[in-house]
């Protein structure tokens, strides 16, 4: 049968809590699916680095690279700096593995309480631009003591605009033909004008696809305001960062919005995550809940090729977010092994 080859990371924090119930999710697909995983865990985060100076062995990019894919929980714990932990970890696979592509879907389902008084049929792809942009490495702090000031260089390329623009054209075109670059560029940016020039440039090849540019601010006010006016949202590093723990806050919490890394050449593996962090205000209290990560592991099934798979777990999580039970942050009170049950035993009984 169909053998795939994936490297865990759980991380830190509630990284930890949720990766077994993916994995147990993930296995329960191929009982019923017809393959096998093959699961490498590594013990790679903040506690690793605490005990040996290295979130990661040095040469774990190449240890990573023989994998299918990649399916990671968080990194950051409140006593080492986030300096550290990320550019430990999660931004050399996302730069490395040239994950371009970071795209992050929010839909609603019915009976999940939201902020909106009627969140209803909200269904959002944001797509982020994940490698260059406003996460540059160019920049530092100088003064005396380098404590004068600090510069921070956003570094926007012609190609890697171009390709993360025709992804987000290509999949606007298969759903509402409606593709929304988040912008801003009125004046005062070098970048944005040379981001939207690249994204009117690629979009003008779909001759059916309609673009909006919108402005940054008013996005997110649009956002909230009007939120099944918007489809697929094509954003830089850090606008599209923003804008994705929004949309997920949108449809209820940020434990719902799961995140695909993508290399879509395939030339690395890909890698998927929860949008959200290790959450240390709840971690170690097994109230984290899943759904994030189960999300993200049927996004992997699906780049896998087992979209069978990857459906059945899609729904499953649906109907556990729309029956029950429903973890702390959704207004339940089950535990993250409660809602992680109920999905596999749905996944088992389908
Ligand atoms: P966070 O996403 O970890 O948490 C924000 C809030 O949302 C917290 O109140 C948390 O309890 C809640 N929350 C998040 N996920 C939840 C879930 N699955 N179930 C229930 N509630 C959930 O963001 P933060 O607190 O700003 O960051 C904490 C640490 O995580 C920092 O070190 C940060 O750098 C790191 N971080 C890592 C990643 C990543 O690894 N991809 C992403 C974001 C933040
Ligand atoms: C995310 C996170 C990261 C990001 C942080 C932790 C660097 O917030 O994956 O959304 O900004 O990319
Ligand atoms: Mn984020």
């Not at 994936?6 to 077994?20: K, L, S, T, Y």
């Not at 593709?179 to 070098?190: R, V, Y």
């Not at 209290?285 to 990560?293: K, S």
């Amino acid at each position: 049968s169909r053998v795939h080859s994936i490297a865990a990371i759980a991380g830190d924090g509630i990284g930890q809590e949720v990766m077994p119930p993916a994995v147990a999710a993930v296995d329960a697909c191929g009982r019923r699916h017809g393959f096998t995983v093959d699961w490498t865990h590594y013990d790679w985060g903040s506690q690793r680095y605490r005990e040996t100076g290295y979130l990661m062995p040095e040469d774990g990019i190449e240890q990573l690279k023989r994998h299918d894919a990649i399916l990671f929980g968080a990194v950051g714990a409140p006593d080492i700096p986030d300096t550290t932990t990320l550019w430990g970890l999660l931004m050399p696979m996302r730069r490395q593995f040239n994950q371009y592509v970071n795209l992050r879907p929010v839909r609603h389902i019915a009976g999940v309480p939201s902020p909106l008084a009627d969140p209803a049929g909200i269904d959002i792809v944001v797509i982020r631009e994940n490698v260059e942009g406003e996460y540059s490495e160019v920049g530092g702090r100088g003064g005396p003591d380098g404590d004068g000031y600090a510069v921070q260089a956003s570094r926007f390329t012609r190609d890697g605009v171009t390709r993360v623009a025709a992804y987000a054209a290509e999949l606007a075109s298969r759903r509402s033909g409606t593709l929304t670059s988040a912008t801003k560029s009125n004046g005062i940016l070098h970048t944005m004008p040379f981001w939207d020039e690249h994204v009117a440039r690629v979009a003008a090849g779909y001759p059916d696809l309609k673009l909006r540019s919108v402005l940054i601010d008013a996005l997110a006010a649009a956002l909230i305001l009007r939120p099944r006016d918007f489809d697929v949202i094509v954003a830089s590093n850090l606008f599209g960062d923003i804008l994705s723990d929004l949309t997920a806050a949108l449809v209820g919490s940020l434990g719902l919005a799961a995140s695909a890394n993508l290399n879509p050449e395939r030339a690395f593996p890909s890698l998927f995550e929860p949008v959200h962090g290790s959450a240390p205000d709840i971690a170690g209290t097994g109230v984290a809940n899943p759904a994030a990560m189960l999300y993200a592991a049927a996004m992997m099934l699906d780049h896998l090729g087992e979209t069978d798979a990857g459906t059945a777990l899609t729904e499953a999580v649906d109907a556990t977010l729309r029956d029950g039970p429903r973890s702390r942050d959704l207004g339940g009170a089950a535990s993250t092994a409660e809602v992680a049950a109920a999905v596999t035993d749905r996944l088992t009984r389908a």
